[in-house]
């Protein structure tokens, strides 16, 4: 998670200064005059940029139709006391694209300061997401530009106006997060012929929060507008309060990847917010990535556990599981285990002397997976102890975990490479190395109540789950049978 600052309410300012500076650009002979506000030691105009708590994400602000970049100074402060860097490009015209494009290459020019020794932002900026926002007319180009785009990490405009070409039929083409911040009286850009349909063609995740009695000339700082829409019932101060309420909740969720802001952002209290009309559509998201931990080296025993570090996903409604795959090559085309799906970051099964690599998958679906770093290790078990240790090739069938249990609890067993010489070698049906097991789960009275394995298995380490919650409290008995030998261990369903 990237943070350098303890958590705030997202309506009321951060824990940074801002600073702000203009700089002008020139992107193929269109003059940009640009406003930079950026996180400082103390506030004011060319302030000393704050070395401490980056990296620092970046903004990209388009304003409205006839409007003044200087219009939203009070957002671009609130946003830079979280530790972004906003830029804002007084437009030179009204072409929709090329303001795209024009917030695109503003966002670009201050990624590109982070390499320039003599640019205050050197070294302090996170070029791997970026933001962008708007108003109205702004709102839309800064649409527009998030498909074109597929390094836009979110599109947060205010009360986006549709666009010419239309922002609408592109919202499918954006491949970041969509959240279309709206004002219920509206009486510019409606929601229902403007932020509704852009909605409804965007791609999850979305998120369309409507501000309750809000209107289109109140997301901006001046009133000398306010005539073009007299309507609504909340004051300006109310609503830019929700305003920066929800435009920092979206950006610290996923520029930050700070989770503390998912519940402002989608969870309850965006749900259970009285002041919002609030509708949005989740997926899965790609777990954040992570490391593993051990093993690494050589290692004298045969019975290995493999640890990890925990991750997670940014949508907090997923769950996230693993799996962990062994193999004797670093490009894992030798798998020599792979476990089933699994919830904790550790996982113990038995090696032979071998060279290992190994690494972990973790998912939140079957489309929404991340791999951890790959490790290698060494199982080197000394011809002593491999004597007095032989009892760990045989056949073995651990007892399960957890256990007690309720409901759902993990049994693995072990088959040796030596059980081979139980197979029946008369039809050719058998002529293979696989053998048949069975796994059975039987009540204290003896009587079976589930198969949880009846098939043809090869050599090696499995694990299955059982699930009881069918089955009423007690002690259970479980069997694992191959050929004509057995062996049973009990367990204890604990509800």
């Given at each position: 998670m990237i943070t350098s600052f303890l958590f705030a309410q997202p309506e009321n300012p951060g824990p940074l200064q801002a600073g702000w500076t203009s700089e002008s650009l020139n992107r193929n002979g269109r003059n940009l005059n640009t406003i930079i506000y950026y996180p400082s030691f103390e506030e004011g105009i060319e302030a000393q940029i704050d070395t401490l708590n980056h990296p620092y994400q970046i903004i990209a602000f388009g304003h409205g139709f006839f409007m003044q970049n200087s219009y939203y100074i009070s957002i671009f402060k609130h946003l830079a006391s979280y530790g972004y860097i906003i830029i804002a490009p007084q437009f030179p015209d009204n072409n929709h694209l090329q303001l795209g494009y024009d917030l695109i290459f503003c966002a670009d020019y201050i990624k590109s300061q982070n390499q320039n020794p003599g640019s205050r932002f050197?070294?302090?900026?996170?070029?791997?997401?970026?933001?962008?926002?708007?108003?109205?007319?702004?709102?839309?180009?800064?649409?527009?530009?998030?498909?074109?785009?597929?390094?836009?990490?979110?599109?947060?405009?205010?009360?986006?106006?549709?666009?010419?070409?239309?922002?609408?039929?592109?919202?499918?083409?954006?491949?970041?997060v969509v959240y279309l911040i709206s004002a219920q009286n509206d009486g510019i850009t409606p929601v229902n012929t403007n932020q509704l349909p852009m909605f409804t063609n965007a791609l999850p995740i979305k998120s369309l929060p409507v501000i309750k009695g809000g209107n289109h000339t109140k997301f901006m700082d001046t009133r000398i507008w306010d005539w073009t829409d007299p309507n609504g019932y909340l004051t300006p101060a109310q609503q830019l309060t929700t305003t920066r309420k929800y435009l920092t909740s979206i950006f610290n969720l996923f520029l930050k990847e700070d989770t503390t802001y998912f519940k402002y952002a989608f969870g309850n209290e965006a749900q259970t917010d009285t002041s919002i009309l609030f509708q949005y559509e989740l997926k899965p998201l790609v777990p954040i990535e992570f490391t593993l931990i051990s093993p690494t080296d050589t290692l004298a025993e045969t019975s290995i556990t493999f640890i990890w570090n925990n991750t997670y996903s940014l949508n907090l409604y997923d769950e996230v599981n693993y799996k962990l795959l062994i193999a004797s090559d670093d490009m894992f085309n030798n798998i020599i285990f792979q476990s089933g799906s699994i919830s904790d970051t550790t996982f113990s099964t038995e090696l032979q002397d071998g060279n290992y690599f190994w690494k972990v998958k973790a998912f939140t679906s079957d489309s929404t997976f991340t791999y951890s770093n790959t490790l290698n290790f060494i199982v080197d078990i000394p011809t002593g102890i491999k004597d007095s240790k032989s009892q760990l090739y045989e056949f073995r069938l651990e007892q399960n975990y957890p256990n007690p249990f309720n409901p759902v609890t993990k049994i693995r067993f072990v088959i040796p490479n030596e059980m081979r010489n139980l197979k029946d070698f008369s039809s050719q049906a058998s002529r293979n190395d696989n053998l048949l097991v069975t796994l059975k789960v039987y009540n204290i009275l003896g009587n079976e109540v589930a198969l949880l394995v009846n098939e043809e298995q090869q050599p090696g380490n499995y694990e299955v789950e059982f699930n009881g919650s069918e089955l009423s409290s007690g002690v259970y008995l479980y069997k694992i049978q191959i050929g004509d030998k057995s062996l049973s261990r009990k367990m204890i369903l604990m509800k």
């Open positions: 050197y070294n302090l900026i996170d070029i791997t997401k970026t933001g962008l926002s708007g108003h109205s007319m702004g709102g839309g180009a800064s649409l527009l530009a998030a498909a074109n785009d597929i390094s836009i990490t979110v599109a947060t405009p205010l009360a986006a106006s549709e666009t010419n070409p239309s922002a609408i039929s592109v919202m499918n083409q954006i491949h970041g």
